[in-house]
């Protein structure tokens, strides 16, 4: 039996695709600032967030029946952590690497804030298509 494609499947593929790009470009900032430049907490967590990202990048495309799920979690997870992260002035120093008024050895350019912006952008948006895609299962099961 050939498996039907929705809407929200369709979005949902879409988005994670857009989310993988930013993923890497976000990625490819940081290496180009140096991993030395942020805490050893805020790399730690920055690894934990690429693999749950990688994971739900992999279930989106294997079609598996957790990916909404995940992407609804990881994107919103993701979204929130860097803007925390990134976004908000130094506030709670080894989790921070704020883009605000950041030294001249944090190596901050207008790439990095469009890589961050993107990423975060990129959350907010696979974040979205999961709940859709939650949703739109949901209406058809009830």
Same mark, same amino acid.
């Given at each position: 039996? @050939?498996?039907t494609?929705?809407p929200?499947?369709?979005?949902? #593929?879409i988005?994670?695709?857009?989310?993988a790009?930013?993923?890497?470009?976000?990625?490819?900032?940081?290496? %180009?600032?140096g991993?030395?430049?942020?805490?050893?907490?805020? /790399?730690?967590?920055?690894t934990l967030?690429?693999?749950?990202?990688v994971?739900?990048?992999?279930?989106?495309?294997? %079609?598996?029946? &957790?990916a909404p799920?995940? &992407?609804?979690?990881?994107?919103?997870?993701?979204?929130i952590g860097?803007?925390?992260?990134?976004?908000?002035p130094? $506030?709670?120093?080894?989790?921070?690497?704020?883009?605000? /008024?950041a @030294?001249?050895?944090? #190596?901050?350019?207008g790439?990095? $804030?469009?890589? &961050?912006?993107?990423?975060?952008?990129?959350?907010?948006?696979?974040?979205?298509a999961?709940l859709?895609?939650l949703?739109?299962?949901?209406?058809v099961?009830?």
């Amino acid at each position: 039996m @050939p498996e039907t494609t929705t809407p929200s499947d369709t979005a949902l #593929r879409i988005t994670t695709a857009v989310f993988a790009v930013a993923l890497l470009v976000h990625g490819g900032d940081h290496l %180009r600032r140096g991993l030395d430049v942020c805490s050893a907490l805020v /790399n730690a967590l920055g690894t934990l967030q690429m693999l749950f990202a990688v994971l739900t990048i992999a279930l989106v495309f294997r %079609r598996h029946s &957790a990916a909404p799920l995940a &992407a609804t979690l990881v994107g919103f997870g993701s979204a929130i952590g860097f803007t925390l992260v990134h976004v908000l002035p130094d $506030w709670f120093g080894p989790l921070s690497d704020s883009f605000v /008024n950041a @030294p001249p050895q944090a #190596r901050v350019t207008g790439f990095s $804030w469009f890589a &961050a912006l993107f990423e975060i952008a990129a959350d907010l948006a696979i974040g979205i298509a999961g709940l859709y895609t939650l949703r739109a299962r949901q209406a058809v099961t009830v």
